[in-house]
């Protein structure tokens, strides 16, 4: 898509909708196909005013926190299930209320709250998460399997005899991961946990399956899912991927504020912050793609029309680089940072008080609706 958003004057993501649809469309066909149920992650993607077109889609959510919990209830109009390190006195209550189901990190969290979320809400389906101690998540940062996890129970603490109440389990290792890692993974699962499968009512294969992306091999995940129906044919089998859904929906447009140069080093300053509105560049760490431009390495900064971007906070790492563009970069230049939808539009911040991006829609008949504009009441509000 060569669209640089031309009419757009202000920092903004904007979701496609057509992309949008035609991934809802590829992960319902999933679940038919495999007969499972697919539920969309908040933890990647939240915008709840797009809800009306995932619920066309998709009948379910899953949240880890109190206020995703509420979310699911409130606006998407359904339960949520809901995952949580640790859950607290102060709340748990209110999160049975907006749960179907609640999984448990530990056998000391089961005990504490197990019998009380059964007796605020009697229809919630409660579960243990489990740790294969295996994962194939290369970045630390985001490998839930690594040792000294703070995440699920390993084989050897779980009792022959499930506790009373528990009815599934939640296992999750996966990170943008394909099917062949799914296979892999599948076999440490059923080997470490297998001997519990004729116990369980449903068991969550958690996030990471990155089934939208192009190179994905889906019908290798139908037949792993299959495969699982028939072997535990009474099981109940549930993924809750939050990139798949928004992956590659839409970008982050930016503009150039400035540019500067220090030791043969030209940054085009622009008026979007990596460190607030595209954390997981800085974290993970991963150098986004730019419409239209070619990435280059950063000793080739010094180049004509090669730019490293940098952000607008007074972090001095905020930056990244380098891009070659066409033309030379001058003030008021729309720089368009591709997939910036999932897990972007939740983890921002507002560090410095630097004006966050509005959310807009591309709708299908090529109009750009804001769904949200922020200012400085949001940034105060944070402090009320």
């Known amino acids: 898509m060569n669209n640089t958003f031309g009419n757009i004057d202000t920092p903004i993501y904007i979701i496609e909708e057509e992309r949008l649809r035609r991934n809802l469309e590829l992960i319902a066909d999933v679940a038919r196909r495999a007969d499972?149920?697919?539920?969309?992650?908040?933890?990647?993607?939240?915008?709840?005013?797009?809800?009306?077109?995932?619920?066309?889609?998709?009948?379910?959510?899953?949240?880890?926190?109190?206020?995703?919990?509420?979310?699911?209830?409130?606006?998407?109009?359904?339960?949520?299930?809901?995952?949580?390190?640790?859950?607290?006195?102060?709340?748990?209550?209110?999160?049975?209320?907006?749960?179907?189901?609640?999984?448990?990190?530990?056998?000391?969290?089961l005990e504490r709250f197990g019998r009380r979320v059964r007796d605020v809400n009697p229809n919630v389906s409660c579960g243990l998460r489990v740790n294969p101690e295996y994962s194939e998540v290369g970045t630390l940062l985001?490998?839930?399997?690594?040792?000294?996890?703070?995440?699920?129970?390993?084989?050897?603490?779980?009792?022959?005899?499930?506790?009373?109440g528990v009815e599934g389990f939640h296992c999750h290792c996966h990170c943008e991961s394909g099917a062949d890692v799914f296979q892999r993974t599948l076999v440490h699962i059923e080997e470490k946990f297998g001997r519990w499968m004729p116990q369980l009512k449903?068991?969550?294969?958690?996030?990471?399956?990155?089934?939208?992306?192009?190179?994905?091999?889906?019908?290798?995940?139908?037949?792993?899912?299959?495969?699982?129906?028939?072997?535990?044919?009474d099981l109940k089998i549930i993924l809750e991927p939050g990139s798949a859904f928004a992956w590659q929906t839409g970008p982050l447009v930016a503009q150039v504020v400035d540019v500067v140069e220090d030791r043969g080093i030209k940054t085009a300053i622009l008026d979007v912050s990596f460190t607030c509105h595209?954390?997981?560049?800085?974290?993970?760490?991963?150098?986004?793609?730019v419409r239209g431009t070619e990435q280059r390495?950063?000793?080739?900064?010094?180049?004509?029309?090669t730019y490293r971007l940098g952000g607008n906070s007074c972090l001095s790492g905020d930056f990244m680089g380098a891009w070659r563009f066409d033309v030379p970069l001058k003030p008021g230049d729309r720089v368009v940072f591709e997939d910036m939808i999932h897990y972007t539009t939740v983890k921002t911040n507002m560090f410095n008080g630097i004006t966050h991006p509005a959310i807009g829609i591309l709708r299908l008949d090529g109009e750009v609706e804001i769904l949200r504009r922020f200012g400085y009441d949001d940034y105060k509000k944070r402090m009320d």
């Open 36 to 109: 499972v149920e697919i539920i969309l992650a908040f933890k990647a993607f939240a915008l709840w005013k797009t809800f009306h077109i995932f619920r066309e889609y998709i009948g379910s959510t899953t949240a880890s926190s109190l206020c995703e919990a509420r979310l699911a209830a409130e606006e998407f109009g359904a339960p949520a299930h809901t995952y949580s390190p640790a859950y607290t006195d102060s709340e748990i209550d209110d999160i049975a209320r907006c749960s179907s189901h609640i999984t448990f990190n530990s056998l000391a969290q």
């Open 297 to 305: 390495p950063m000793e080739a900064a010094a180049e004509d029309c």
């Open 202 to 233: 449903w068991m969550n294969f958690g996030g990471g399956h990155l089934m939208t992306r192009c190179d994905y091999d889906v019908d290798l995940l139908v037949e792993l899912l299959t495969g699982l129906h028939r072997r535990y044919p």
């Open 278 to 289: 595209m954390p997981d560049c800085l974290e993970m760490p991963y150098q986004p793609e």
């Open 142 to 164: 985001y490998n839930p399997c690594a040792p000294g996890t703070r995440f699920g129970i390993t084989a050897d603490r779980l009792p022959d005899v499930l506790p009373d």
